[in-house]
């Protein structure tokens, strides 16, 4: 039988950040299905992955959601944590997009902007 070598594996120190999106949340719960799922548009977009309270297929208690880098192979902890801040930032830039009462479409535009 052969030994593991554990040396090379590192730890992920940013899995994932608690964020607090409410406008996002009233959009899930209403009843249109395109901006139900614009939360988890615009997390795709920055390659990221949003997940609710007590993880993934749950709901957002207190519109409290978990949001990790899809990508967590591949890369340095530096440059996951940088991708989780920008990512993390440019949602919550669109969470008060919506608050500060744009629409789905208006934010759908400004994500498309954002990646460019």
């Not at 594996?9 to 950040?17: F, G, I, Q, R, S």
């Not at 409290?64 to 192979?73: G, T």
């Amino acid at each position: 039988m052969r030994a593991l070598n554990f040396s090379s594996l590192t730890p992920l120190y940013a899995e994932y950040v608690g964020v607090k999106l409410e406008k996002f949340n009233a959009l899930m719960e209403g009843d249109v299905q395109e901006d139900k799922e614009l939360l988890e548009e615009v997390c795709s977009a920055f390659d990221l992955q949003p997940r609710g309270s007590a993880g993934e297929h749950s709901a957002a208690v207190g519109a409290k959601f978990d949001v990790s880098n899809k990508q967590r192979l591949g890369l340095s902890e530096v440059q996951l944590v940088q991708k989780m801040i920008d990512g993390v930032s440019k949602v919550l830039e669109l969470e008060k997009m919506l608050a500060g009462g744009s629409t789905p479409a208006d934010v759908r535009v400004k994500v498309q902007e954002l990646k460019a």
